[in-house]
Nanobody, 119 residues
Framework: QVQLVESGGGLVQPGGSLRLSCAAS????????MSWYRQAPGKERELVAS????????NYADLVKGRFTISRDNAKNTVYLQMNSLKPEDTAVYYC????????????WGQGTQVTVSS
């Protein structure tokens, strides 16, 4: 069964840090580019960060550049999002996404993990 399972979300104070994990099962992420998206209440889902299948290249939304870092461990079939200097506006449900490098219609989503930044 193909699954992406996010973990690591929670409540954190402004300025704090969290590390999200996305563990894949049922497929091998080494053939997929991986991304983190987020969706805040009343807003559309937006791309936060992405990483190529080998990890050679990353891309970030302007709002998180310099604060968030995406990484991957293909041996562990897991992708990470290190989030530092968190702000209240980072509050959202964070989703993991996988897109096959050659079959772009082959894509998977996780169920999401809640991140709340509040004092």
């Amino acid at each position: 069964q193909v699954q992406l399972v996010e973990s690591g979300g929670g409540l954190v104070q402004p300025g704090g840090s969290l590390r999200l994990s996305c563990a894949a099962s049922g497929f091998t992420i080494s053939s997929y580019s991986m991304s983190w998206y987020r969706q805040a209440p009343g807003k559309e889902r937006e791309l936060v960060a992405s990483i190529t299948s080998t990890g050679a290249s990353t891309n970030y939304a302007d709002l998180v550049k310099g604060r968030f870092t995406i990484s991957r461990d293909n041996a562990k079939n897991t992708v990470y999002l290190q989030m530092n200097s968190l702000k209240p506006e980072d509050t959202a449900v964070y989703y993991c996404n996988a897109v096959h490098t050659r079959i772009l219609l082959l894509t998977y989503w996780g169920q999401g993990t809640q991140v709340t930044v509040s004092s």
